[in-house]
């Protein structure tokens, strides 16, 4: 949907890798910015956890004058924070350069304080490489034209879970023969 923005990533990723390493370095971790920055705006941005988990508070707490009641279930409106114009001058755009303007921005998608995602680090590593690897292996062609909207783009509006429109795209491997000698010697880690 966004060649301008693979085209971007492919170069920052190439600095490291060349096409004839279409792996890349399982190792690599958030060494390319670029990437980081893509991840991080794709997670802001498709928050896939709108709402994410329903709390119950275990005491009553006054919050802005008003009591919340012990047992009151509280959704964290996360979607709505991603979206904050109070943090993000442009929020409805898509644009992965904002993470260098602001890299102390905060990201709501695996919720706050300290019952947030306890995988938060683990997902971060396996987005990073499977951005590096998918990217630096394939150029992604657009087939139909989709709705990428993250709410009118969403399969299931009322979903718990954000996920979009099913769609096709063209994976058109970069060096073919280096990617299938990669897959050859390819073992996966136990
Ligand atoms: C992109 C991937 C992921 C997203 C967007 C995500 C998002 C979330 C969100 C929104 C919560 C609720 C936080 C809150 O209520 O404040 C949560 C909780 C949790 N997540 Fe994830 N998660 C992801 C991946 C993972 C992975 C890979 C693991 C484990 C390997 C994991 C384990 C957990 C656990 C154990 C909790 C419950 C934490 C608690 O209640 O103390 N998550 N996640």
């Given at each position: 949907?966004?060649?301008?923005i693979?085209?971007?990533?492919?170069?920052?990723?190439?600095?490291?890798?060349?096409?004839?390493?279409?792996?890349?370095?399982?190792?690599?971790?958030?060494?390319?910015?670029?990437?980081?920055?893509?991840?991080?705006?794709?997670?802001?941005?498709?928050?896939?956890?709108?709402l994410?988990?329903?709390?119950?508070?275990?005491?009553d707490?006054?919050?802005?004058?008003?009591?919340?009641p012990?047992?009151?279930?509280?959704?964290?409106?996360?979607?709505?924070?991603n979206?904050?114009?109070k943090v993000?001058?442009?929020?409805?755009?898509?644009?992965?350069?904002?993470?260098?303007?602001?890299?102390?921005?905060?990201?709501?998608?695996?919720?706050?304080?300290?019952?947030?995602?306890?995988?938060?680090?683990?997902?971060?590593?396996e987005?990073?490489?499977?951005?590096i690897?998918?990217?630096?292996?394939?150029?992604?062609?657009?087939?139909?034209?989709?709705?990428?909207?993250?709410?009118?783009?969403?399969?299931?509006?009322t979903?718990?879970?954000?996920?979009?429109?099913?769609?096709?795209?063209?994976?058109?491997?970069r060096?073919?023969?280096?990617?299938?000698?990669?897959l050859?010697?390819?073992?996966?880690?136990?």
């Open positions: 949907q966004r060649p301008d693979q085209d971007t990533a492919l170069k920052a990723i190439q600095k490291t890798y060349g096409t004839d390493e279409p792996l890349c370095d399982a190792e690599d971790d958030q060494q390319c910015e670029y990437i980081v920055a893509l991840v991080r705006e794709c997670l802001r941005y498709y928050t896939v956890l709108r994410a988990l329903p709390r119950v508070s275990v005491k707490v006054v919050y802005e004058g008003i009591r919340i012990k047992g009151t279930v509280i959704f964290l409106n996360a979607w709505a924070c979206m904050d114009p993000w001058q442009d929020p409805e755009v898509f644009r992965p350069e904002r993470w260098f303007e602001h890299e102390d921005a905060p990201m709501f998608t695996y919720g706050m304080g300290y019952r947030m995602c306890a995988g938060s680090l683990l997902a971060n590593r987005l990073y490489l499977t951005f690897r998918l990217l630096n292996s394939f150029r992604i062609e657009k087939v139909d034209d989709v709705d990428v909207h993250p709410v009118r783009g969403n399969m299931d509006p979903s718990l879970v954000s996920m979009p429109q099913r769609y096709r795209a063209r994976f058109v491997p060096n073919g023969n280096a990617l299938r000698n990669a050859d010697k390819f073992v996966a880690v136990n």
